[in-house]
């Protein structure tokens, strides 16, 4: 619901402004309404703000311990930066070698079979036969280092050298094996180190080895490389759990000073005093008025502004039961309601479900949903949105498993194989499209009637003569045109058709009036739109029949051919049926929730209610995933590769 506000004014001595904001911030009622245009926080206090948060981050350990002074924290995060820095780099230069190591043994993996006698010998046997060689890795699919490779060889060593190469496939790095003269070595290693030649890899840990020993040598790395990262990841938290506790706290204080300081700023301020103005909730503005002269002291003045002193940007306050939350987070996700309008989260929370209800229609699927919701809401208490979703799910699925014993369905038209009897109707049955599309359309008349209803009503509220006059004719005009189609289907007596058509022809002549000369073609143009808003509820059957036959198609092709596979493809068909059950219903229900039923008396544009000490609280606990401003995340990525002589 909508929780009406009021405006305090707040006049003291200029001293007493940080003690008024502090007390506010620890209400979390009060919203400072800008009497001059604010600037921002002092870039040094947001810059301490960010590298303090970004190294909590790293170590996910909660708050503790005393905030520290500004050149304390200065200090600490001077010391703690440079060893994080160098931590973090060598935990990339580690990710990045677990990444590029398959890849390069592949490669060269891929070499051995093209010479493979050279390949099994060691260093020592290379050595004896006067021979070195080298085992490369290239970063070259399109193979053009590779031919300048060779052009370069066959210039400096004529035809005394051998050059082997191979891929693993398409894409991947390409594996060398060069094998040449000993007594060469040093005109190929200065070749090697041209510019020309940058992306041939040579890095020194697996330099001077043979083909068969930088494969080893790459293997054993590859293995020791987990403990490497945990070893590194070891000394990150080793570092920074001391530091960690109290850097939150001073963090925390941090952000309150600095929202202390963009709201003085929006405050009157003279040489001596300031004037304050809040919008605050008209319930709790005598108890924060009382608080406010308790603990800021007697010289603070507080007054009621009446309505013709209030400022015209007002925010709006929802305040609804907890369970309703995530249905206001959908309200929200279209627009927040105006000030003055009507909050429809307690509608939206009511029907919705049951909308989510009416298409998916199936037992075992609720079933499965509110279980899905249970494991969502156990194992995302943390997180909010995890959360919603498992709230909005367990109504949908309860919703679904009612109407699942209404239709008799489980699994489709397994329920009613097994004699699971439909209460109301089976969806698969012959007879069941007539009542459910004239089920659908009466939900819908019901659903497009209260939005009008709740228009008229807003209309009133607000002193909209014309508003009020147009939602009441097409009230009428509706309440006609399903009167004549009631009558024309239940063959009643003429006097009941002709009171509908009066009533028609009144409504279409109430809403025309209100447009002047244009009504003659808009009241009838909103006549026929909000016919077809009713008739777009038949999307309520027409999503029900589609995943009940598709659970039919499920259960057929599971009774044909082996029972395994039979089995199998059943079940593969239910949970993509299941899937689509989860997702498209309720991206429907919302549709008819924001378009048929909002567009009736919703009216968006509304801001919602920023109590001062409301933000900061959400930060408390920040996303994890950020690294110090000092960091330098974009290390470069060496080519591993080995060499042996």
């Not at 490389?225 to 506790?245: F, I, N, T, Y």
């Not at 819908?444 to 003569?465: I, N, Q």
């Not at 544009?605 to 001062?612: A, N």
Request: glycine share 10%.
């Amino acid at each position: 619901m909508m929780v009406p506000l009021t405006q305090l004014e707040v006049i003291a001595m200029r001293p007493a402004l940080d003690q008024v904001l502090s007390v506010l911030q620890e209400l979390r009622l009060a919203e400072v309404v800008a009497l001059v245009e604010p600037g921002g926080a002092p870039p040094g206090l947001t810059d301490l703000i960010a590298r303090a948060d970004a190294l909590c981050a790293l170590v996910d350990l909660p708050a503790s311990g005393s905030p520290m002074s500004d050149d304390v924290l200065q200090t600490t995060l001077d010391g703690l930066e440079p060893v994080v820095v160098a931590l973090l780099a060598e935990a990339e230069d580690l990710r990045n070698e677990a990444e590029t190591l398959p890849r390069s043994i592949a490669a060269l993996d891929a070499v051995q079979p093209l010479v493979p006698e050279l390949g099994r010998l060691n260093d020592r046997q290379l050595a004896n036969l006067g021979l070195a060689s080298m085992a490369l890795v290239l970063d070259d699919p399109d193979l053009r280092v590779v031919r300048e490779l060779a052009r370069h060889l066959a210039d400096l060593l004529g035809r005394a050298h051998l050059l082997a190469y191979a891929t693993a496939g398409p894409g991947t790095p390409v594996g060398c094996l060069l094998v040449l003269r000993r007594d060469d070595l040093s005109g190929v290693n200065a070749l090697l180190g041209q510019e020309r030649i940058a992306e041939v890899g040579v890095p020194a840990d697996f330099a001077g080895r043979s083909l068969r020993a930088t494969i080893e040598a790459m293997r054993e790395r590859l293995a020791a490389l987990p403990r490497e990262r945990m070893r590194v990841q070891g000394l990150l938290v080793d570092a920074l759990s001391p530091a960690v506790g109290p850097l939150r706290v001073t963090a925390q204080s941090l952000r309150m000073r600095a929202e202390r300081l963009v709201a003085a700023q929006r405050a009157d301020v003279s040489a001596r005093t300031f004037r304050l103005r809040l919008w605050v909730p008209a319930r709790r503005a005598a108890m924060i008025e009382r608080t406010l002269t308790e603990r800021a002291g007697p010289t603070v003045a507080v007054e009621h502004l009446v309505e013709g002193d209030l400022a015209s940007d007002q925010p709006v306050l929802l305040r609804n039961r907890p369970g309703w939350q995530p249905f206001q987070q959908l309200v929200g996700f279209l627009s927040w309601p105006a000030r003055g309008g009507l909050d429809p989260t307690g509608l939206m929370a009511l029907v919705l479900p049951i909308f989510f209800g009416i298409m998916v229609g199936d037992v075992v699927y609720g079933a499965v949903m509110v279980a899905a919701a249970w494991w969502l809401r156990t194992h995302g208490a943390h997180d909010s949105t995890r959360g919603a979703v498992g709230r909005v799910l367990t109504l949908g699925g309860a919703w679904a498993m009612l109407f699942g014993l209404l239709y008799g369905e489980a699994l489709g038209s397994l329920g009613h194989r097994v004699g699971m009897p439909a209460l109301w109707v089976y969806r698969g049955g012959p007879t069941a499209l007539e009542p459910l599309l004239l089920f659908s359309l009466a939900v819908g008349l019901v659903h497009v009637t209260l939005g009008l209803l709740l228009g008229a009503w807003t209309a009133v509220r607000r002193h909209r003569r014309r508003q009020l006059a147009s939602k009441t004719g097409t009230l009428l005009a509706l309440a006609g045109v399903a009167g004549l189609a009631g009558a024309r289907g239940a063959g009643s007596p003429a006097d009941v058709a002709l009171l509908a058509a009066v009533l028609v022809i009144t409504g279409l002549v109430l809403a025309s009036a209100t447009q002047g000369a244009l009504g003659l073609l808009t009241g009838p143009l909103e006549l026929l739109g909000t016919l077809g808003n009713v008739l777009s509820y038949l999307r309520l059957a027409a999503l029900g029949l589609a995943s009940t036959y598709l659970a039919e198609v499920a259960n057929e092709l599971g009774t044909r051919g082996p029972l395994l596979l039979g089995v199998l493809t059943a079940t593969l068909f239910h949970a993509l049926n299941l899937t689509l059950a989860a997702f498209s219903p309720m991206i429907q229900a919302l549709r008819l929730h924001y378009v048929e039923f909002f567009g009736q008396f919703h009216e968006g544009g509304g801001r919602l209610f920023s109590p001062l000490g409301g933000a900061v609280a959400l930060t408390v606990g920040a996303g994890r995933g950020a690294v110090p401003p000092a960091v330098d995340r974009t290390i470069p990525q060496p080519v591993p590769a080995g060499s042996s002589s």
